[in-house]
């Protein structure tokens, strides 16, 4: 049974206008929709609303940028079909196929994906699938980078934490002294 | 290389972090001619660049923010290239590993050992007071007489008394926010109607889960039976309402290493107002290399060598000369200089250095960490880093026993402990469990994903425990003979190990914050170090037999001893002026004169201590 929540009826929308591109050459039209379509996989990933994800008024563009990041796989091509397959299913669903019935490859980008929005660092996917091998080193798998001092403060962990990221606070002096805003104001779900 | 002079000056400082700035300024107000010196780069017109640097540092360090860059193409910066090098955090690991402490490629100390010395420092305008954490509490009186009181080390040249009054002077001038009223404890006292330039920073939601455990506290076994726990707001130079034109504190959890907004205060504050002054002039990327003494024993000059690129060849050599001297390093970089400066012999173990003191009883308060899940959501990663402590077991006949402790209380979820939130959210979503919070190895997504991210974090918090460092003799600053910086002079080498005293008030910590966890009914999560951890001890000691257990500690960035003030020129390398006994127009200035570490955070005692010096500078030497 699908349930109708504010998070899968906007991923839902999202997915109709990508699945409605056409095949053939590249053109910007056919990058936006690539672009809806990692919003909406990102959103069924991380279990943020697309809305929160990408805002309708979005002056900061950070899934451009993680869009970008995530393009340079060779599996990026899969992932989406994989999506767009996929797409009427609930978000755990969609999550579900692309993590763990896709193979490795395309499991470890997912995975690589949804760090790049909690934490504003690209991991490499070979790098997350090397420290889950029976050879794993020791310790945190490294970031191979921070995306961009933009992708830093985006990063959705510390709102999930009902908080900000360190270094980038946009509240008001004592605000620490009381609870925090519910989750539900932070993830819109 | 062109050779500079530069004559006629009242005042020479070697240094721009809080103690040479604190100087620069009163001295430069007073229309005294003073010329900084200052190894590392130029004061930028904004902040913006040390926050970029910050933002896209995937390793978020004190040193992150600042320069010379701690990674050059993708490897700790080799310090035999860089011309002011400086020590990072990231090279205090086991033996090679990456930051392997013992590689002088990886690591600007030598460390000789057997223990690393875990504190770090920058060379920069402003100096290390820019990472700072802003805490700004005073000294106990009985951290000033630790052999009156309890026959153990070297009593200060001088008492609480004698500082009391440039504490005042101290927090208006770095501006401290805090409440008489809660500052009272173990014989503070302040002056009659004294209040702090800005009220008290407001407790955190952290602090007030921990407060509500004191009631039922009881703590066995180390001479805290009969302590009344209780929670004190910390004293912090961050601002709570505007201050020297700098903005109100937003709780950016950020205050190491930079608070973005300027909440905090940081030297460059005090720097900018003495180059204000019109009669202080600073030159950067210069760095001190050589001071020297004529036949009469009097410092006659000091040569430094200037560059312009922190990898580029020296630009030039320059000699300065002034009627007094002040050398406003630290613990390492300064006896560093004096060390360097043989003099053709004349000096042959260095400057104001005749009883051999020089670079002896180096120390810090190795920091016991210990970390807890609490059973409700507390909401850590909100507000300053600290805003809390527990203060009222620094003081007590234990401390003939054992190393007195301050608590610090931490907003910062597990970042310090475990590199959190980073390490959980990989383990989470990647199925791992470095962090300990994923023990069956999950890889998580959607709504749960959330959910368990969420409980976590919200519910993380720690506790950090500064140790009172016995001052050993053995452990020191000295020259390394054989690796050198960029610009040939000799990096510092270090010999640093902890006291039974000290590990002993290390394992205190650690029974106590074992207590506090049990009280507040928190799952403790502290892990014990590897065995081959630079920064880890077995304890009990050998002899005493029995269980082991390994402890780490960590450094709290407080570089301290080295240059001791004392009551006689055999005891001590300078007076209670921090004057050199040896030379009478040198001042050695900053925690490298403290006899003794003390139970607090140095900042504001250093800044007390300066502001007493530059008084008598002004009435001795310049008047």
């Known amino acids: 049974m699908t349930i109708f929540t504010r998070r899968n009826v906007l991923a839902g929308a999202a997915v109709a206008a990508a699945t409605a591109a056409h095949p053939g050459t590249a053109t910007a039209a056919d990058e936006t929709k690539d672009l809806d379509a990692f919003v909406a996989l990102s959103s069924a990933l991380t279990g943020i609303a697309a809305a929160m994800l990408a805002p309708a008024v979005d002056p900061v563009q950070i899934k451009k940028q993680y869009f970008d990041a995530a393009k340079s796989s060779p599996s990026f091509d899969r992932l989406l079909q994989i999506f767009r397959d996929n797409a009427t299913k609930p978000p755990e669903a969609i999550a579900d196929v692309i993590l763990n019935q896709s193979g490795s490859d395309v499991r470890y980008l997912g995975r690589s994906i949804m760090l790049a929005w909690y934490l504003g660092a690209w991991y490499k996917p070979e790098t997350l699938a090397q420290y889950n091998s029976p050879k794993a080193p020791a310790g945190s798998p490294p970031a191979d980078r921070v995306i961009s001092p933009a992708a830093y403060t985006q990063g959705w962990t510390w709102r999930v934490a009902q908080a900000h990221p360190m270094g980038y606070s946009e509240l008001r002096f004592g605000y620490w002294s009381e609870p925090p805003l519910p989750l539900v104001d932070f993830t819109g779900a | 290389m062109c050779a500079e002079r530069v004559n006629d000056l009242d005042a ?152 009391e009054s440039w504490y005042g002077e101290a927090e208006k001038e770095i501006g401290v926010s805090a409440d008489v009223a809660d500052q009272g404890y173990l014989g503070i006292e302040f002056a009659p109607g004294y209040a702090y330039p800005m009220p008290k920073i407001p407790l955190s939601m952290v602090d007030m889960a921990v407060e509500k ?209 980073d390490t959980t959210t990989v383990d989470l979503i990647n199925g791992l469990n470095v962090g300990q919070l994923n023990g069956d190895r999950k890889a998580l997504f959607g709504a749960e994903l959330v959910k368990q991210i969420n409980d976590k974090l919200s519910r993380q918090f720690r506790l950090g425990f500064l140790v009172e460092q016995s001052p050993d003799d053995t452990n020191t600053v000295t020259l390394s003979d054989r690796v050198k910086d960029h610009l040939g002079l000799p990096r510092p080498q270090i010999s640093y190990n902890l006291s039974d005293y000290t590990k002993a008030g290390l394992a205190a910590a650690k029974t106590t914050a074992t207590a506090i966890f049990k009280s507040l009914n928190a799952q403790e999560f502290t892990k014990a170090p590897d065995a081959d951890d630079p920064t880890s001890f077995e304890w009990p000691p050998q002899q005493a037999g029995g269980p082991k257990s390994r402890l780490k500690y960590y450094g709290a960035g407080h570089v301290v001893g080295t240059y001791r003030m004392g009551t006689s020129e055999q005891n001590s390398v300078v007076n209670d002026q921090q004057r050199s006994w040896d030379h009478r127009n040198l001042y050695l200035v900053g925690s490298g004169t403290f006899p003794t570490v003390a139970t607090a955070n140095p900042t504001l005692t250093i800044a007390a201590l300066c502001l007493r010096t530059a008084d008598a500078i002004l009435k001795q030497d310049l008047g």
């Open chain 2, 213 to 421: 455990a004191m009631a039922s506290l009881h703590v066995p076994g180390v001479g805290l039976d009969d302590v009344r726990w209780a929670v004190a707001s910390t004293p912090a130079a961050r601002n709570s309402q505007p201050y020297q034109a700098r903005r109100v504190c937003a709780g950016n959890t950020n205050c190491i290493p930079i608070s973005p907004i300027q909440a905090k205060y940081d030297p460059s504050v005090t720097l900018a107002e003495a180059l204000r002054s019109g009669s202080v002039r600073i030159m950067y990327q210069s760095v001190a290399s050589k001071v020297r003494v004529d036949a009469q024993g009097r410092i006659a000059g000091i040569d430094y060598i200037r560059y312009e690129r922190d990898d580029g060849p020296p630009m030039a050599t320059g000699h300065v000369t002034a009627k007094v001297y002040i050398l406003a390093g630290n613990a390492i970089e300064t006896p560093r200089l004096l060390l360097m400066s043989t003099n053709d012999g004349r000096t042959p173990h260095g400057v104001a250095n005749r009883r051999g003191l020089v670079g002896k009883h180096l120390m810090d308060h190795p920091l016991y960490l210990a970390w807890a899940l609490m059973p409700d959501p507390v909401w850590g990663y909100r507000g300053p880093l600290s805003t809390a402590g527990i203060e009222i077991c620094r003081d007590g006949e234990f401390r003939r026993d054992r190393g007195a402790f301050r608590i610090e209380i931490g907003n910062e979820g597990w970042n310090f402990s475990s590199g959190d939130p």
């Open chain 2, 12 to 163: 020479v400082i070697v240094g721009s972090g809080i103690a040479g700035a604190l100087i620069a300024k009163v001295l430069g107000n007073a229309g005294k001619k003073v010329l900084m010196l200052e190894a590392g780069a130029a004061m930028p017109a904004d902040i913006n660049g040390y926050m970029n640097r910050f933002l896209n540092a995937t390793a978020k360090v004190p040193e992150s923010p600042y320069t010379p860059e701690v990674f050059t193409n993708g490897k700790l910066t080799d310090y035999s290239k860089v011309n002011a090098g400086r020590p990072t955090v990231l090279s205090l690991n086991g033996k090679g590993q990456f930051g392997d402490w013992q590689d002088p490629r990886q690591s600007y100390l030598i460390q000789k050992g057997p223990l690393a010395f875990a504190s770090t420092y920058e060379r920069i305008n402003g100096g290390t007071v820019r990472h700072w954490l802003g805490t700004s509490l005073r000294f106990v009186p009985s951290d000033f007489e630790m052999s009156t009181r309890f026959g153990r080390f070297v009593d200060w040249p001088i008492k609480y008394q004698h500082l």
